[in-house]
């Protein structure tokens, strides 16, 4: 729900950085296209560079991301102004004031290191830039809880927390939102989601790439600083929070935050960090280096509802496919009459690539006697994401609806149920495209072993010239049952 005025400028600090050429172009890009980008877009950064060279780095970050719609880009390239100069430097924000001219709702995104926010945030103030403005903050937001909350003091001393958009693109992602959508849309899953009937939750975020030259980034953040403590716990608390009081920004964002007030701290017993053996070969990584590659971890939901149900999370780089993917496990029936069924039902959600839900169920083997067979209802299967999560989520700033990001209270939460793990101990070895070292099979114990997700769907989102593609190629009529995946329960 929409609580702020529509932005009327994007100031786009960072926008010739990496994140910039691999995702806001095209998430620009996109917004054109679909009417709601109108606004003058004002690249800051200290290149050298002239307004054509953004343009010319917009069109090639677009080539190679996606594809330069002619159109779309012409409007853009209209609609980009450029300003060269240091973020610590005042006449930087003199100028980025003129360029505003009569702006008064601008939306300023900080698409840079992180120890420049606070910075860019106080020479937006004293230039007068931060006057009926927004921020959209990238992550990292903070190092551990002490800097997040450091950090949030000096964005609050210039902009309220309405005025504050803390990324996490995770929470952009369509799977994601429809996690959210399928349990409060629906009456057959609420009254099952809880610990009468689930045995336990599983989530794996699977990456079968490396750091991908991103060393010098890694080595400062490793997997639980890197999506531990903020997409997985993201997706943690919408699947597992009681449902929003009513529709608007805070009701949903207090639902999360209550969830992740009821999740213990991680001590080091409920963790298991793991290095894959090619990590100290990638540029940027110190010899010896313990960040770890890996992380598997046990959460415990102090909750009425969720009370005794584990939640174990795992993440890590090159395992041996690309897929994030939750399963809920439900108990066993109280009486089997025909013998004990063949397998748990268990709900998937597939998060990426593509959105996909399906449900492990047992039916009949045909034929004579009442012996049953593992089927799986493909319940939900879309092969891309509708719009790219950053493409939805400054659309949504812009717009000046804040749900899809990240509020205070949510950010300093997740960082205080990590924070006591963060210190590097020794990681455990594992060898790239295994699943990890051994050990976090140890932390399951009975409740194991850990569900491999098989990717399934995923893929380009159809050539936007094509739009007869949405409804079909990209989005397979599902299946209504098949067979159970081999893959699953392994
Ligand atoms: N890259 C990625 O895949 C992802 C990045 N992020 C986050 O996005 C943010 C940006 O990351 P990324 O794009 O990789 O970083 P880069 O180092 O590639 O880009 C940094 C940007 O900030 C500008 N900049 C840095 N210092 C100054 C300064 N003193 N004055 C003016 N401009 C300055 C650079 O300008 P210039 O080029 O002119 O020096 C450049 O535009 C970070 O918070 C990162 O954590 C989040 C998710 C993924
Ligand atoms: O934020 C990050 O996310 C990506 C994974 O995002 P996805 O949308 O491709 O699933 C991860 O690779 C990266 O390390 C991390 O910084």
């Given amino acids: 729900m929409v609580t702020a005025p529509r932005a009327d400028a994007l100031v786009f600090f960072g926008a010739t950085g990496d994140l910039a050429y691999k995702q806001i172009f095209p998430a620009l890009q996109g917004l054109v296209r679909r009417g709601t980008l109108t606004v003058p877009v004002i690249g800051v950064a200290k290149s050298g560079w002239t307004l054509d060279d953004l343009r010319a780095r917009a069109r090639d970050s677009l080539a190679s991301h996606g594809g330069v ?51 860019v945030t106080q020479h937006l103030a004293a230039s007068g830039c931060a006057q009926g403005a927004r921020i959209v ?15 949030n003091e ?47 939750i599983q989530i794996t975020m699977a990456e079968a790439f490396g750091v991908a030259g991103r060393g010098h980034f890694y080595e400062e953040t490793g997997a639980i600083r890197d999506v531990v403590q903020n997409h997985m716990l993201q997706v943690v608390a919408l699947l597992m929070m009681e449902a929003p009081s009513h529709p608007g920004q805070e009701a949903i964002r207090d639902s999360a935050a209550q969830l992740l007030k009821s999740v213990r701290s991680l001590t080091p017993q409920d963790v298991v960090r793991g290095q894959m053996t090619d990590y100290h070969a990638e540029p940027g990584v110190a010899p010896g280096s313990t960040v770890e590659t890996y992380a598997a971890a046990r959460f415990h939901v102090d909750s009425w509802r969720w009370a005794g149900v584990p939640v174990d999370v795992r993440v890590g780089k090159e395992l041996p496919v690309t ?89 300093e939460e997740a960082w205080r149920i990590v924070d006591a793990v963060l210190t590097p101990t020794p990681p455990l070895p594992y060898a790239p495209g295994t699943w990890g070292p051994a050990a976090a ?50």
């Fill in 323 to 411: 897929c994030t993917a939750v399963t809920v496990t439900f108990r066993a029936p109280p009486l089997t009459p025909f013998g004990p069924a063949p397998a748990a039902n268990a709900l998937h959600l597939q998060l990426t690539p593509g959105v996909q839900v399906t449900l492990d169920v047992n039916t009949k083997r045909p034929g004579a006697g009442l012996s049953g067979e593992a089927a799986q209802l493909v319940l939900h299967q879309q092969a891309w994401d509708g719009m790219a999560p950053y493409e939805r989520l400054l659309g949504d700033a812009l717009a000046g609806d804040a749900t899809l990001f990240a509020r205070e209270d949510e950010v």
């Fill in 154 to 200: 000096t964005i609050h001393q210039v902009f309220p927390e309405s005025s504050v958009y803390r990324i996490d693109h995770y929470l952009g992602k369509e799977a994601v939102q429809n996690m959210l959508y399928l349990r409060f849309a629906n009456r057959l899953f609420e009254p099952l989601l809880n610990r009468e009937h689930v045995q336990g």
């Fill in 69 to 119: 719609d002619e159109a779309a880009f012409a409007t853009l390239s209209g609609l980009l102004r450029y300003i060269d100069g240091d973020y610590a430097d005042p006449e930087t924000f003199t100028r980025l004031r003129a360029e505003l001219g009569a702006a008064e709702h601008p939306m300023h995104y900080l698409a840079i290191p992180p120890s420049l926010f606070g910075t």
């Fill in 137 to 151: 903050v990238e992550k990292p937001f903070g190092h551990d809880l002490a800097s997040a909350r450091a950090l």
């Fill in 441 to 490: 099979d140890a932390l399951l114990g009975a409740d194991g072993p850990w569900i491999n997700p098989v990717p399934d769907g995923g893929g380009p989102p159809p050539d936007p010239a094509t739009p007869a593609a949405h409804g079909s190629a990209a989005n397979p009529a599902p299946r209504v049952t098949q067979a159970l995946a081999g893959g699953v329960g392994e």
